[in-house]
């Protein structure tokens, strides 16, 4: 069942600065079924145009108006849907109303119709807008709450694994990814993932494992060259690092970039002792 009211996170600080990839390929999305963030454009109008997920798509692709116009067709404060609820939360999020978005998860998670599914959809968007006040603990009980409710989605895994990884739990981390990559071994997020908290965790090796599995097209990426480069670095391979950082996309990620400069000022130094 699909579901794209579900919403993943953005982490703001510079431990682990996901950018993340349009994806063209579902097999490699282990979020495919649940959140339309890493969806490319050719994907999004293949979408089954049901009653909300037309909504959904079109204030995900911008379209805010288009898609609470088409929502309020259905309004109705005795409506028990709780799906039309967190639909219309999640299309008020969108749109930057985040008080808005806090009342209609409210309601869809006090719906007399919510189901397990509805109420993990809520949780978890709850859980990203407590993350995005930088209400840590209230997003990590909401991320859990969700994952407990149904423990089938897997984006409320994904979200408490980067909130992990922000705050320096690698292990725990590394845990919720990889029982993710059963179902998408090659999600390139999943892997970036994990090889940057085995890297931060100093886990050189363990880290380059994972790396070395991400497809050589979305290796450019900044955020993904720039923590291969560092575990490249750690694990003594400087040309191989240097390589790596001169291939790196640029970015307006300005916590990557001056991760990148000093990378890249720590390479040359190793680089230029080697040939004394």
């Given at each position: 069942?699909?579901?794209?009211?579900?919403?993943?996170?953005?982490?703001?600080?510079?431990?682990?600065?996901?950018?993340f990839?349009?994806?063209?390929?579902?097999?490699?999305?282990?979020?495919?079924?649940?959140?339309?963030?890493?969806?490319?454009?050719?994907?999004?109008?293949?979408?089954?145009?049901?009653?909300?997920?037309?909504?959904?798509?079109?204030c995900?692709?911008?379209?805010?108006?288009?898609?609470?116009?088409?929502?309020?067709?259905?309004?109705?404060?005795?409506?028990?849907?709780?799906?039309?609820?967190?639909?219309?939360?999640?299309?008020?999020?969108?749109?930057?109303?985040?008080?808005?978005?806090?009342?209609?998860?409210?309601?869809?998670?006090?719906?007399?119709?919510?189901?397990?599914?509805?109420?993990?959809?809520?949780?978890?968007?709850?859980?990203?807008?407590?993350?995005?006040?930088?209400?840590?603990?209230k997003?990590?009980?909401?991320?859990?709450?969700?994952?407990?409710?149904?423990?089938?989605?897997?984006?409320?895994?994904?979200?408490?694994?980067?909130?992990?990884?922000?705050?320096g739990?690698?292990?725990?981390?590394?845990?919720?990814?990889?029982?993710?990559l059963?179902?998408?071994?090659?999600?390139?997020?999943?892997?970036?993932?994990?090889?940057?908290?085995?890297?931060?965790?100093?886990?050189?090796?363990?880290?380059?494992?994972?790396?070395?599995?991400i497809?050589?097209?979305?290796?450019?990426?900044?955020?993904?060259?720039?923590?291969?480069?560092?575990?490249?670095?750690?694990?003594?391979?400087?040309?191989?690092?240097?390589?790596?950082?001169?291939?790196?996309?640029?970015?307006?990620?300005?916590?990557?970039?001056?991760?990148?400069?000093?990378?890249?000022?720590?390479?040359?130094?190793?680089?230029?002792?080697?040939?004394?």
């Amino acid at each position: 069942m699909k579901v794209f009211t579900i919403i993943m996170i953005f982490l703001s600080s510079c431990a682990q600065k996901t950018l993340f990839t349009e994806i063209n390929d579902e097999r490699k999305d282990v979020l495919a079924h649940e959140s339309l963030i890493r969806y490319s454009k050719g994907r999004i109008l293949n979408l089954e145009k049901s009653l909300y997920v037309k909504s959904i798509s079109q204030c995900y692709s911008g379209d805010v108006k288009e898609g609470l116009k088409d929502l309020m067709q259905f309004y109705n404060p005795e409506n028990e849907s709780a799906e039309y609820w967190n639909a219309l939360a999640s299309c008020y999020y969108y749109k930057g109303d985040i008080i808005k978005s806090k009342f209609y998860y409210g309601l869809s998670l006090n719906s007399k119709k919510s189901t397990q599914l509805t109420k993990a959809t809520a949780l978890n968007n709850l859980g990203v807008i407590y993350l995005s006040n930088s209400q840590w603990a209230k997003a990590n009980l909401h991320f859990k709450k969700a994952i407990n409710t149904a423990k089938h989605l897997k984006t409320p895994v994904f979200n408490l694994a980067q909130l992990q990884l922000e705050f320096g739990h690698y292990q725990s981390s590394i845990n919720y990814l990889n029982s993710l990559l059963s179902s998408a071994p090659e999600d390139i997020d999943v892997l970036a993932a994990i090889g940057t908290a085995y890297v931060l965790d100093n886990k050189p090796k363990e880290a380059l494992t994972y790396f070395t599995k991400i497809d050589s097209e979305f290796v450019k990426r900044a955020d993904i060259a720039t923590y291969y480069a560092f575990a490249l670095y750690k694990d003594g391979q400087y040309q191989f690092s240097n390589e790596v950082l001169s291939n790196k996309e640029n970015s307006n990620n300005s916590d990557i970039n001056t991760m990148a400069k000093q990378l890249n000022e720590l390479v040359a130094k190793k680089l230029k002792e080697l040939e004394k």
